[in-house]
């Protein structure tokens, strides 16, 4: 038995990996006081792979509490230090810059020379650039080795040598600025993506035409803002789960509606997809394709607002069920923002989904869970409306789930409504999940 052993000194004896691994996933003021252990643990914290380093409101460490303009350019000038003792490659680096006082321009320069520095290091596969306050202005070097990049906050120039990024597997845009030949070159000269993630990436020079051509995407989360003109999916065979939603305000509802509708049906292929934006008030505008479907869909999130719902809403909401035949599992997202009855449209709405409904494929054959989450105020009368529409044409029908937030005696109301309505399959199950105190009552 070695000496270190008797003493107790497990530690030391892991391999090198194993102990790179641990101080990896401490704080990195932490990795560095290991120098401070042993001999052998002296200059360990320089072989770092990853460096995840954060400027954080209240919580500044030795840099303190003192929010004057030096105070960020200082954190950096240390954190350009750091970067510079490791003395291995890096493969994770994550910055953070989340505190006060703003992001200023004049601090562009400080953020530059760490990924020239990073490039210098080699070996970089992740990158994760985030400003919560300012825009950081960064010249994105071609990084090789790179498999994901995620920026924030950040406004991306590419410089006239980029080459892009062969190994790029994951794309991560979050309030970036970036000019529309400068992310048509990134995504160009990423061919091996398999996520792609653009969240309200902004411009301000010219109208964001994203076009996709990616032969191995499988991932995709899109939100469309008013920065975007024209936005489809050229080719991904590949795909298999898809997230569109919507960020803007100040847009024509036409050209809006013939966008959303150009990017839901180019992304036919997709087995999963998830409509955050308000889908079938946008599709009642425009003329549907009626003879369109999804052939792989398996699973559907949507969200509805049943009060507003009108006559062209109504047949916009029965091609999105007719054109996906092989649905198996759907949420939606039910809102009641107006709880008035008054409304003869809105009784009409009732009448019709209260309707048996024939030549439904996947309603005949397939959709075996249906999830429906009340949200906003609650409107017992149009909930159940929805709830009946999936209990009388759903002949397959495994489980429905109502996910709620309501008081005692409308809790009671809707089992009531419940246990009065007609299931049409034989297996069933019609559960209400209390979202507040996370209990589950069994219905029927």
């Known amino acids: 038995m070695t000496e270190s052993m008797e003493e107790g000194d497990w530690i ?60 960020s350019a200082t954190w950096m000038g240390r954190v350009h230090r750091l970067l510079s003792s490791l003395r291995g490659p890096i493969f994770h680096f994550e910055l953070t810059h989340s505190g006060l006082p703003y992001f200023v321009d004049d601090q562009s320069p400080l953020f530059q020379s760490l990924l020239y520095l990073l490039l210098l290091k080699g070996g970089l596969e992740t990158l994760h650039l985030s400003v919560e306050w300012g825009r950081a202005v960064i010249f994105l070097p071609s990084f090789s080795s790179l498999k994901r990049l995620q920026l924030y906050g950040c406004h991306v120039i590419l410089p006239a040598a980029f080459r892009g990024f ?81 960020s803007c305000t100040n847009y024509n509802p036409e050209k809006l509606a013939r966008m959303i509708l150009r990017l839901v049906t180019s992304v036919a292929v997709v087995s999963s997809l998830n409509l955050s934006v308000d889908v079938l008030e946008y599709f009642s505008i425009v003329a549907l394709p009626f ?28 091609w999105l069920i007719r054109s996906m035949p092989y649905l198996e599992e759907l949420e939606i997202e039910l809102r009641n923002d107006d709880s008035s009855h008054g409304n003869s449209i809105a009784i009409l709405m009732r009448e019709l989904l209260v309707n048996k409904h024939d030549g439904f494929a996947c309603l005949d054959q397939t959709l075996r869970s249906v999830t429906i989450s009340i949200v906003g105020k609650l409107d017992v009368v149009s909930s159940i409306t929805m709830i009946q529409f999936f209990l009388l044409n759903a002949n397959v029908l495994k489980l429905l789930k109502i996910e709620y937030l309501m008081i005692y005696e409308d809790a009671l109301s809707m089992i009531e409504e419940l246990q009065k309505a007609e299931v049409t399959s034989s297996d069933a199950k019609v559960v209400m999940f209390d979202r507040i105190y996370r209990f589950t009552i069994n219905v029927k």
């Not at 479907?293 to 969200?303: A, E, I, Q, S």
Request: aromatic share 8%.
């Open 12 to 71: 030391s004896i892991l391999p090198l990996e194993i102990k790179l691994s641990i101080l990896s996933r401490v704080e990195v003021r932490d990795a560095v006081r290991t120098s401070a252990l042993a001999q052998s643990w002296r200059h360990l914290w320089t072989l770092l792979p990853c460096l995840r380093v954060a400027y954080i409101r209240d919580k500044l460490g030795v840099i303190g509490h003192d929010y004057d303009m030096t105070t």
């Open 166 to 246: 062969s190994r790029l597997t994951t794309l991560d845009l979050f309030s970036v600025k970036i000019s529309n030949d400068d992310l048509d070159l990134l995504i160009r000269t990423s061919n091996n993506l398999t996520t792609f993630v653009k969240l309200d990436c902004v411009t301000s020079e010219d109208s964001l035409s994203v076009n996709l051509n990616f032969p191995l995407l499988r991932h995709l989360n899109f939100s469309i803002n008013e920065s975007v003109d024209e936005v489809s999916v050229i080719s991904a065979p590949c795909l298999e789960q898809a997230h569109i939603s919507l």
């Open 291 to 318: 003879n369109f479907t999804f052939p792989r869909l398996r699973y559907l999130k949507f969200l509805l607002n049943i009060d507003t719902m009108d006559k062209k809403i109504y047949d916009a909401f029965i």
